[in-house]
């Protein structure tokens, strides 16, 4: 009878410190969000007169929402051609030599120098002759491709790529050596895989006409997800120029995930919140180090690219890409003398705060699970 007491006790005990534990998590998950939501919009900024390419808030909303557990693998099958008009974006020249050659969700990026062009992510295999498109666009020469930069292996980055190596054999394709191990296990289907090509190193550089990438491997979206640096950036061409030099920083995927297309890439979810954690903070780092003053997405809406290209396009419009807004000079006038809507050092931070932040409430959600 007293040994039966003393167990219900332990068990009261331990369901008690449970309780406290989950608790404890919960109030460190609700702070970090909150630091997190106040980094969404600039301090001090009155909210009406912040241009809206400077609040984070879609950012925050994916990234700080309440997580759905046990983590699993997702399925889902992307492989049917989803029809042109329902993903073209016009391209866009957003520096001397970065392009926008994406869709209307997913950024893709070519470096054009004078000794060859670099695109960072192919997207989809029914999108990829528009982003030759795109480079035709503005007189740039597909052939000049050399390297062809996937920062992870998911179907809306690596896809193209396939299309891309058939047509242009001498650019490289390069991604991280543990995403092309994804890539060679993965149930994508076998025609939209590109052979296995150039393998990236962490801390690589590509440089090609005095413009360099460097390529950071920091895994959580993926187990080989890439996150780069790229410049110097000038923006001397523009209407609205200036005489600085830009670097641009690419954090490969927001989202950690368990695993995608059969591949499982964490054994849980907590170990893989773990080592998303600990790649952001170490490429923050390295983004601050950089002098980082411009951020590009993966994914458009987390970068407000929208946003920010239409008030570029008001600032230039000979460089709309045949995607003149309307009202176009009373915009200009209004908007010539502001700095370059991509270029906000401050706003580099608050972004990568923001995403910090959600992570380590995602670590927390997941420390009681
Ligand atoms: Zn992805």
């Known amino acids: 009878m007293k040994r039966r007491a003393a167990c219900a006790c332990g068990a009261a005990l331990l369901s008690g410190s449970?309780?406290?534990?989950?608790?404890?998590?919960?109030?460190?998950?609700?702070?970090?969000?909150?630091?997190?939501?106040?980094?969404?919009?600039?301090?001090?900024?009155?909210?009406?007169?912040?241009?809206?390419?400077?609040?984070?808030?879609a950012l925050f909303d994916q990234a700080c929402q309440e997580p759905k557990l046990p983590d699993v693998v997702r399925t889902n099958d992307r492989s049917a051609i989803v029809p042109r008009k329902?993903?073209?974006?016009?391209?866009?020249?957003?520096?001397d030599s970065l392009y926008f050659i994406g869709t209307r969700t997913a950024g893709v990026w070519a470096v054009n120098t004078a000794e060859g062009i670099i695109v960072i992510d192919a997207n989809f295999h029914y999108s990829s002759k528009d982003l030759v498109l795109g480079l035709l666009n503005f007189g740039l020469d597909p052939n000049n491709i050399k390297y062809i930069i996937i920062t992870h292996a998911h179907d809306d980055r690596y896809w193209g790529a396939k299309a891309l190596q058939d047509t242009y054999p001498n650019a490289r394709i390069a991604m991280s050596?543990?995403?092309?191990?994804?890539?060679?296990?993965?149930?994508?289907?076998?025609?939209?895989?590109?052979?296995?090509?150039?393998?990236?190193?962490?801390?690589?550089k590509i440089t090609l006409g005095?413009?360099?990438?460097?390529?950071?491997?920091?895994?959580?979206?993926?187990?080989?997800?890439?996150?780069?640096?790229?410049?110097?950036?000038?923006?001397?061409?523009?209407?609205a120029s200036d005489e600085g030099q830009h670097w641009a920083s690419i954090w490969g995927g927001v989202d950690a995930s368990i695993g995608r297309h059969g591949v499982q890439y964490y054994p849980d979810g907590q170990t893989m919140m773990r080592t998303h954690v600990a790649s952001l903070r170490r490429f923050m780092d390295l983004s601050r180090k950089a002098g980082a003053d411009v951020i590009l997405t993966p994914t458009l809406r987390h970068m407000n690219f929208q946003e920010k290209l239409r008030a570029w396009r008001y600032?230039?419009?000979?460089?709309s890409g045949g995607g003149s807004p309307e009202g176009v000079l009373g915009e200009w006038l209004k908007l010539r003398d502001q700095p370059h809507p991509f270029v906000n050092k401050d706003a580099v931070e608050r972004h990568y705060t923001v995403l910090l932040e959600c992570y380590e409430a995602q670590l927390a959600w997941r420390a009681g699970s």
């Open 18 to 57: 449970l309780v406290g534990h989950l608790h404890a998590q919960a109030a460190t998950a609700s702070s970090r969000v909150a630091a997190a939501r106040a980094a969404i919009a600039p301090k001090g900024a009155d909210p009406k007169k912040t241009p809206p390419f400077h609040v984070f808030q």
């Open 315 to 319: 600032m230039n419009p000979d460089e």
């Open 177 to 204: 050596a543990a995403d092309w191990d994804v890539v060679a296990k993965d149930n994508s289907p076998p025609e939209f895989k590109p052979k296995r090509d150039m393998v990236i190193a962490d801390g690589q």
């Open 210 to 239: 005095g413009i360099t990438v460097t390529a950071y491997v920091t895994p959580g979206h993926t187990p080989g997800t890439l996150s780069l640096i790229v410049g110097p950036l000038t923006n001397r061409k523009s209407v």
């Open 86 to 95: 329902e993903w073209f974006a016009w391209p866009a020249n957003i520096f």
